[in-house]
């Protein structure tokens, strides 16, 4: 407010003088120097100088406001002073406009200023609870650095672990032979007059080649630009082509590819695109700041995947879910379980129903810790990062839980990495300056980005109105590129483990095994870690066994391939029975499986029990 005070030698620019002895204002004070820049001076009140230019300002005004002093003489304090100061940067103006557009804000506002002032102590606590120690507006140039790292370390895991098992999943021998689907895909685009459109219908680049040769080359090509991300080098384009790259295969790999961890992969890259920096040689002191836009892009997809998973749940209306019973069947009907699973499962009722209650309070409650000041946003990371390590312990979830928790570390800012990465770092970039032009892509993208992902949230409780109709056309042109997905894991929790066991004979009266790699089979077979590996096969076969044969055209062609002894195919097997010749008849018989518990395993040394269920598939023969 303005004090009625002029000094007779006022600054050469203004100066804002404040209680140098109050850490609560010292910690203000450097947020909006920072903000001001060299446009304003700053001297705590205590500083000699101040008394004997200033005799006009009578001591006690220091003490109970921060004072500003215009070049002009004129001394204002209290809120007024704050926001005058603020509006020395173009950027910080809006707050004094409004201060003075209405005498009712302003009244408040200087209200609110005096209650802040006569209680700064409590307001110290609860600055230092919701900021901790830096309450300036911090730098991601070290978080875009360390997310962008993990991100390429992730696209590395996710090709070269597809790359091992792409020709007997999609190749011409393999389950689902891809050139025959873009051959019929040709086909049936000829025949019904679509043109440049089947592009986009049909996003790959198998359009250009369809061998299994140029399958391979694709998951080479992503595998050493996965290397270039890590290492820095013209991220920006590296990170185009990754997403390019695996859009091109998850599109050929239909059932195989269609996992929620490969959309939200491609979610991911593409908006990562737009957060890269512009450089071909790896150069931190030279990079533009990361786009704050596309940073909370990026937290928002975290906030979606978190809070869409929780409330899927809740809506589904399963009783295990409400009953908070879901974690007593979790850790054995889930696709692959690890050993801990084991342990897990022997828990008390109770606790699993305790650890329910944790799970729903860190998925629908820890991402909206996302919008708040940074020591609380912290303690949000931690929780969901918490909860993915928990996640990622019991169950073989590929790299989900990990591009999860490189996720978290956006929520992170340089501040906190400065205190863990090598000295080198601690020199921070100097360019503050972020490409205008960039915005002309980063504006559409955020528009379409928060208006489809509305409707992905918006439908899990059942919204359907106009706005979603029209927003559901938008949604529906742009599905094929699977960048921009709904999410939600076990929406409803099955309450048994049904297995498919696959047999072959050469007399259809002598059955064997076919041994998976992963998949619960062997009843003595100790449950392995196998993440960031996804064996696709294995997961596979944990969704055809909820359904029936009819409703998994790929599992008829599996055994198509077993009984034309397939090399390709027989690779993505731990044991083959038919080493050197297939066998005649293939046959598949179902099985309910659950952990034994602590006295069974100690008695016969088996992780797993089963009793039959009855035929899954009745023995074929090749010409069947």
Same mark, same amino acid.
């Given at each position: 407010?303005?004090?009625g005070?002029?000094?007779?030698?006022?600054?050469?620019k203004?100066?804002?003088?404040?209680?140098?002895?109050?850490?609560?204002?010292?910690?203000?004070?450097?947020r909006?120097?920072?903000l001001?820049?060299d446009?304003?001076?700053?001297?705590?009140?205590q500083?000699?100088?101040?008394?004997?230019?200033?005799?006009e300002?009578?001591?006690?005004?220091?003490?109970t406001?921060?004072?500003?002093i215009?070049p002009?003489?004129c001394?204002?304090?209290?809120?007024?002073?704050v926001?005058? @100061?603020?509006?020395?940067?173009?950027?910080?103006?809006?707050?004094?406009?409004?201060?003075?557009?209405?005498?009712?804000?302003?009244?408040?506002t200087?209200?609110?200023?005096?209650?802040?002032a006569?209680?700064?102590?409590a307001?110290?606590?609860?600055?230092r609870?919701?900021?901790?120690?830096h309450v300036?507006?911090?730098?991601?140039?070290l978080?875009?650095?360390?997310?962008?790292?993990?991100?390429?370390?992730i696209?590395?895991?996710?090709f070269?672990?597809?790359?091992?098992?792409?020709?007997?999943?999609?190749?011409?021998?393999?389950?689902?032979?891809?050139?025959?689907?873009?051959?019929?895909v040709?086909?049936?685009?000829?025949?019904?007059?679509?043109?440049?459109?089947?592009?986009?219908?049909v996003p790959?680049?198998?359009?250009?080649?369809?061998?299994?040769?140029?399958?391979?080359?694709?998951c080479?090509?992503?595998?050493?630009?996965?290397?270039?991300?890590?290492f820095?080098?013209?991220p920006?384009?590296?990170?185009?082509?990754l997403?390019?790259?695996?859009?091109?295969?998850?599109?050929?790999?239909?059932?195989f590819?269609?996992f929620?961890?490969?959309?939200?992969?491609?979610?991911?890259?593409?908006l990562?695109?737009?957060?890269a920096?512009?450089?071909?040689?790896p150069?931190?002191?030279?990079?533009?700041?990361?786009?704050?836009?596309?940073?909370?892009?990026?937290?928002?997809?975290?906030?979606?995947?978190?809070?869409?998973s929780?409330?899927?749940k809740?809506?589904?209306?399963?009783?295990?879910?409400?009953n908070?019973?879901?974690?007593?069947?979790?850790y054995?009907?889930?696709?692959?379980?690890?050993?801990?699973?084991?342990?897990?499962?022997q828990?008390?009722l109770?606790?699993q129903?305790?650890?329910?209650?944790?799970m729903?309070?860190?998925?629908?409650?820890?991402?909206?810790?996302i919008?708040?000041?940074?020591?609380?946003?912290?303690f949000?990371?931690?929780?969901?990062?918490?909860?993915?390590?928990?996640?990622?312990?019991?169950?073989?979830?590929t790299?989900?839980?990990?591009?999860?928790?490189?996720?978290?570390?956006?929520?992170?800012?340089?501040?906190?990495f400065l205190?863990?990465?090598?000295?080198?770092f601690?020199?921070?970039?100097?360019?503050?300056?972020?490409?205008?032009?960039r915005l002309a892509?980063?504006?559409?993208?955020?528009?379409?980005?928060?208006?489809?992902?509305f409707?992905?949230?918006?439908?899990i409780?059942?919204?359907?109105?106009?706005?979603?109709?029209?927003?559901a056309?938008?949604?529906?042109?742009?599905?094929?590129?699977?960048?921009?997905?709904?999410y939600?894991?076990?929406?409803?929790?099955?309450?048994?483990?049904?297995e498919?066991?696959?047999?072959?004979?050469?007399?259809?009266?002598?059955?064997?095994?076919?041994?998976?790699?992963?998949?619960?089979?062997?009843?003595?077979?100790?449950?392995?870690?196998?993440?960031?590996?996804?064996?696709?096969?294995?997961?596979q076969?944990?969704?055809?066994?909820?359904?029936?044969?009819?409703?998994?055209?790929?599992?008829?062609?599996?055994?198509f391939?077993?009984?034309?002894g397939?090399p390709?195919? @027989?690779?993505?097997?731990?044991?083959?029975?038919?080493?050197?010749?297939?066998?005649?008849?293939?046959?598949?018989?179902?099985y309910?499986?659950?952990?034994?518990?602590?006295?069974?395993r100690?008695?016969?040394?088996?992780?797993?029990?089963?009793?039959?269920?009855?035929?899954?598939?009745?023995?074929?023969?090749?010409h069947?």
């Amino acid at each position: 407010m303005q004090s009625g005070i002029h000094v007779a030698s006022p600054p050469p620019k203004p100066l804002m003088v404040f209680d140098g002895d109050c850490r609560f204002c010292g910690l203000w004070i450097r947020r909006w120097r920072q903000l001001t820049g060299d446009t304003v001076d700053y001297l705590p009140s205590q500083d000699p100088q101040i008394a004997a230019r200033f005799p006009e300002v009578p001591r006690e005004q220091f003490n109970t406001a921060v004072v500003l002093i215009e070049p002009d003489g004129c001394v204002i304090s209290g809120a007024e002073a704050v926001f005058r @100061a603020l509006a020395k940067n173009p950027k910080t103006h809006w707050p004094q406009h409004l201060y003075e557009s209405s005498a009712a804000i302003s009244g408040i506002t200087e209200g609110a200023y005096k209650f802040v002032a006569s209680h700064r102590t409590a307001f110290s606590y609860v600055t230092r609870f919701l900021w901790g120690r830096h309450v300036e507006q911090p730098d991601y140039f070290l978080t875009r650095w360390v997310f962008l790292r993990a991100l390429g370390v992730i696209y590395l895991v996710a090709f070269i672990s597809l790359w091992t098992q792409i020709s007997g999943l999609i190749g011409h021998n393999g389950i689902l032979p891809e050139d025959r689907f873009m051959s019929a895909v040709r086909q049936a685009c000829d025949e019904q007059g679509i043109g440049m459109d089947r592009f986009r219908l049909v996003p790959t680049l198998c359009w250009l080649d369809s061998s299994d040769g140029f399958l391979q080359f694709q998951c080479a090509a992503g595998t050493v630009l996965a290397i270039v991300l890590i290492f820095g080098i013209a991220p920006a384009p590296s990170l185009a082509l990754l997403w390019l790259l695996y859009l091109s295969l998850t599109t050929v790999g239909r059932e195989f590819l269609e996992f929620q961890w490969d959309n939200l992969l491609l979610e991911a890259g593409f908006l990562s695109i737009f957060f890269a920096p512009l450089r071909l040689l790896p150069d931190l002191s030279k990079e533009s700041p990361p786009s704050r836009i596309v940073l909370w892009l990026l937290r928002l997809l975290l906030f979606k995947l978190m809070f869409s998973s929780g409330c899927v749940k809740l809506a589904s209306g399963d009783p295990t879910w409400r009953n908070l019973t879901a974690l007593t069947y979790h850790y054995f009907t889930q696709p692959l379980p690890t050993w801990i699973a084991w342990y897990a499962n022997q828990l008390p009722l109770g606790f699993q129903k305790f650890s329910c209650v944790v799970m729903f309070s860190i998925e629908v409650g820890a991402p909206f810790l996302i919008f708040v000041p940074r020591q609380v946003r912290f303690f949000g990371a931690g929780a969901i990062a918490f909860l993915q390590i928990l996640i990622l312990l019991t169950g073989n979830y590929t790299f989900f839980n990990i591009l999860t928790l490189a996720l978290c570390l956006l929520l992170l800012d340089d501040f906190v990495f400065l205190k863990i990465l090598p000295a080198r770092f601690t020199q921070r970039p100097k360019n503050k300056l972020r490409p205008r032009w960039r915005l002309a892509f980063i504006i559409p993208l955020a528009a379409v980005f928060l208006v489809v992902s509305f409707l992905e949230v918006a439908t899990i409780f059942g919204v359907q109105d106009a706005l979603t109709k029209k927003i559901a056309k938008l949604e529906e042109k742009i599905a094929p590129l699977r960048t921009i997905n709904d999410y939600g894991l076990f929406m409803v929790m099955t309450t048994e483990r049904h297995e498919i066991i696959v047999q072959g004979s050469d007399d259809g009266a002598h059955w064997s095994d076919y041994e998976f790699k992963y998949k619960p089979g062997d009843l003595n077979g100790r449950p392995v870690f196998v993440a960031p590996f996804q064996p696709r096969l294995d997961w596979q076969m944990w969704f055809a066994a909820l359904g029936s044969i009819d409703q998994n055209p790929w599992f008829q062609n599996f055994c198509f391939q077993l009984l034309q002894g397939s090399p390709e195919v @027989a690779e993505l097997l731990q044991k083959n029975p038919f080493p050197d010749k297939p066998p005649r008849y293939i046959r598949a018989e179902l099985y309910n499986y659950h952990f034994t518990n602590f006295t069974e395993r100690r008695a016969t040394g088996a992780w797993w029990k089963r009793e039959s269920i009855g035929e899954y598939l009745p023995p074929v023969s090749l010409h069947e």
